[in-house]
């Protein structure tokens, strides 16, 4: 038999010598980065001729690894949307940590596939599990799995109540076949991933109620009352209520005691979307506000927003794992399991939802809890509360700014003051365009009751009170520029 010509080497260097030197230098132009979060600017608009730099088609010949770095470092890593740094309050962007990257590095390096069979990194991620299930007060039977984010996992928490309430055929017969028509529900402050969720699962995003918040943006349970009698009476079939606990727009809490307690009279299923706000139960001051969040038959939330874990990690955890697992097994001979040896350990994370290839992202979880501790973490959550408790009240003291909804955790929200409410709506946009450009602070916006606000939402551990009153000095400055 001929056998085939031999590859030079494989995609592995000759000189390993070389590539270590390479590669401390690529650690350490990241430390140095890191180590610099209060120094650079936020954000900086790409110049054209990087935009371009983006658009060459793909080389046949190698590239020194040396060189790929360098335009990583001149291209790329300038041009971020600078959420590691200390004025960064956009959008809910967590600000990672050097010892996530470090962790994050040894997962690469160990290469796991965590869709299954039997091996230490899937132990890792099942301790996990339990130390989540703690936290949260879960019963024993509760189970839990990381995805990539809250938008996996409140899409996994909707399949898995559709697989209950109407029961396995769905898997095979498909939701067209059935006559049930369920119905969901949730505040009009909840994020859209929930309606994705809804379309996803073939259950239609109109088929998700809307309903109104109350002064403080939370959920009114007595108006949620009324429409799932009224869905009840038209035919309907209410099967799921998505509390949120830290709304994205102003960083509201349900009601989760007075929701468990309706969801338990009226036997639907209550989902909580924590994706930040979920984490503050690591804090003892915060977390008597998330009382009743214990009752929840799902919960969703993210390590890359509040735990400062890189992304992505979110993790979703259900109260009853035989739920989880009739949602997700499927069987092939491929995938045969064993007793003992490299298939054994059966159930598998590839059981427990829709993906079967997953990455080690449990490592840079659990290499951040335990490197800092429930307790470090717990008072990075809280001074990030407390931090926007000072920005309320400067914004409180400043007549020409005006606080637009109660601060519960760590979003603030407000605008500069115009004469009228149309000319309030064209300066504080332009107004947050120039804060963004400036390089100095970072805010993102929402509209609030049709008044257009600046939100900063403060969830990265590097912001301090100093960014704060930046953020105070440059509204301020830039305002006068603009009216
Ligand atoms: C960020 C967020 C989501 C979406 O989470 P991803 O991790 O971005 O998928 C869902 N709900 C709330 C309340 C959020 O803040």
Known sequence: MPCPPPLHHSLDPTDWQALRTQGHKMLDDMFDYLEAAHEQPVWQAMPDAIYQSFQQPLNDQATPLPDVHELFMKTILPYSIGNTRSGFMGWVHGGGTAVGMLAEMLAAGVNANLGGRYQAPIEVERQLSRWVCQQFKFPETAHGLLVSGTSMANFISVLIARTVYLGETVRTAGVAAGTTRLVAYTSSSAHLSIGKAMDMAGLGSHCLRSIPVNAKYQFDVVALEHAIKQDKQAGLCPFFIAATVGTVDVGAIDPLAELAALAKRE???????????????????????????????????????????????????????????????????????????????????????????????????????KVYGRTNLGNMIAHSCALALYLKQLIEHTPELELLAPVTLNIVCYRYRCTTEAEANRVNQLLVNALQNSGITAPSSTYLQGKFAIRAALVNHRTQHRDIDNLLHTTLTLAKHLV
């Open 267 to 369: 036997q639907l299923w209550l989902h909580v979307d924590g994706a930040f706000g979920a984490l503050a139960i690591l804090s003892d001051s915060l977390a008597p506000q998330l009382q009743g969040i214990e009752h929840a038959d799902s919960l969703a939330f993210d390590f890359h927003k509040w735990g400062q874990v890189p992304y992505s990690a979110g993790f979703v955890l259900i109260r009853q794992h035989a739920q989880q697992l009739a949602t997700f097994t499927s069987s092939a001979a491929y995938l045969q399991r064993s007793t003992s040896g490299m298939a054994a350990g059966s159930p598998w994370p590839c059981d427990e939802g829709p993906e079967l290839s997953r990455n080690f992202m449990a490592l840079k979880v659990w290499f951040t809890l």
